[in-house]
């Protein structure tokens, strides 16, 4: 949207976004502040409330309420509202650490019990993380350049880069500049991907073989096997969206990789086993990053917290075992089983292992470390599977378990 406002610098469209993003991040945090400072929002327009609540967002990051105030042009009532603002937040310190907790961290009432449950005493400190901007992290395309090469280049573009810390391909991109418009991104030499999920491709370690991406999209993932690959062998890329596989078409073209085979499925029952048939009990590596509540990505996705119920999030779970029963038999004895989402909830996580090796007792979970070594898997290990979040690895939130099946 902002993009068609061509009145504005690129500079500028970026301040407007990083400040909306901002409040979009503690937005529960905001108003119940403003509330407590005496404001009414159910009584203005939306338009009034927006312009309230952003001007509440800056001062909550550390400006003034003058500065604020004279910036924009609020009514002398909305700045004594702006004024009571740091007492109003003194005053959320005296209440009890759940229901602080919950306005704190900007979450819902049912998303903060867990957070409270699955982190204990971090999740103070793991909900501020969640609440702070993500680096922009680019993975380099082995099939084309080096991660020092596409430093360099990138260098000569004008943007400085940095070793991503646990992931070998990753670089941080200190840059203000469009990084798809930048050259090196045209001509394929990098994809944009967070540390966190370059960790979890890592774990499928994708042998030249035969391999299944079974929920591709629009395929980040796949390409980053592609490359493990070294473009030999058949990497499927199944999906059950169409569009989205097109897309993995385009990239795939401009990353030069060539060993995909892309497949629209169909959403599920006994046409899907139909249409697998010829690589069931075939693959080498089958990879089921599931769609979860992204509860691992609110760096990024800041609002999709407030659109998150708990039905949602056990139609989640329901649909993450379904697709865990789903491309299990697509499996070769001997092979693996690659089980990840961007969530931090155990209940999409270790619970669904849990309930899918109940039910498979042919399929046994091995340590991440077997895949990408002791000393990475030492930092990034819980038990036996990846365990990222963003306090603890500066990554989005991240889960995956290696499930590998008997002989």
């Excluded at 005296?94 to 907790?101: G, I, N």
């Excluded at 990879?287 to 056990?314: F, H, I, N, Q």
């Amino acid at each position: 949207m902002l993009r068609s406002k061509r009145h504005l610098y690129s500079n500028e469209r970026r301040a407007v976004a990083e400040r909306v993003y901002a409040l979009l991040r503690r937005q529960r945090t905001v108003d119940t502040l403003l509330a407590r400072a005496g404001a009414r929002l159910e009584g203005r327009s939306t338009t009034e409330q927006d312009l309230l609540r952003i001007a509440a967002s800056r001062v909550l990051h550390g400006e003034t309420p003058e500065r604020v105030s004279t910036t924009s042009g609020l009514r002398s009532d909305e700045v004594r509202v702006l004024d009571a603002l740091p007492g109003a937040a003194a005053a959320l310190e005296a209440l009890p650490r759940a229901e602080r907790f919950a306005v704190d961290a900007s979450l819902p009432d049912f998303l903060a019990e867990r957070f409270l449950r699955e982190f204990g005493d971090r999740a103070e400190a793991e909900a501020a993380a969640m609440n702070e901007r993500a680096p922009l992290t680019a993975r380099v395309n082995l099939l084309k350049s080096t991660r020092e090469a596409l430093r360099e280049r990138l260098r000569s573009e004008g943007v400085e880069a940095r070793e991503t810390p646990l992931s070998p391909l990753g670089l941080f991109l200190e840059t203000h500049q469009n990084a798809f418009a930048l050259p090196s991104f045209r001509e394929g030499l990098f994809e944009l991907q967070d540390e966190g999920s370059q960790l979890l491709g890592l774990l499928v370690d994708a042998p030249p073989t035969r391999v299944v991406d079974a929920c591709a999209g629009a395929g980040g993932k796949t390409l980053q096997l592609a490359a493990q690959m070294k473009n030999r062998g058949e990497l499927f890329a199944l999906d059950i969206d169409a569009r989205r596989l097109e897309e993995l078409k385009r990239r795939a073209r401009r990353d030069g990789v060539h060993n995909v085979r892309i497949r629209p499925i169909p959403p599920s029952g006994s046409d899907v086993a139909a249409a697998l048939s010829d690589i069931t009990d075939r693959a080498d590596r089958v990879l089921v990053d599931a769609p979860c509540s992204g509860t691992g990505t609110y760096r990024r996705k800041p609002d999709a917290r407030y659109r998150l119920t708990e039905a949602m999030l056990a139609q989640h779970v329901e649909r993450q075992r379904m697709l865990l029963d789903q491309f299990a038999p697509l499996v070769r004895p001997g092979g693996r089983l690659i089980y990840g989402t961007c969530s931090v909830l155990s209940e999409e996580n270790e619970a669904v292992v849990a309930w899918f090796l109940e039910r498979h007792p042919g399929f046994r979970a091995v340590p991440p470390a077997d895949r990408i070594g002791a000393e990475l898997g030492a930092k990034v290990t819980t038990g036996d599977f990846l365990r990222l979040s963003p306090a603890r690895h500066g990554t989005d939130g991240f889960f995956g378990a290696i499930l590998l099946r008997d002989r």
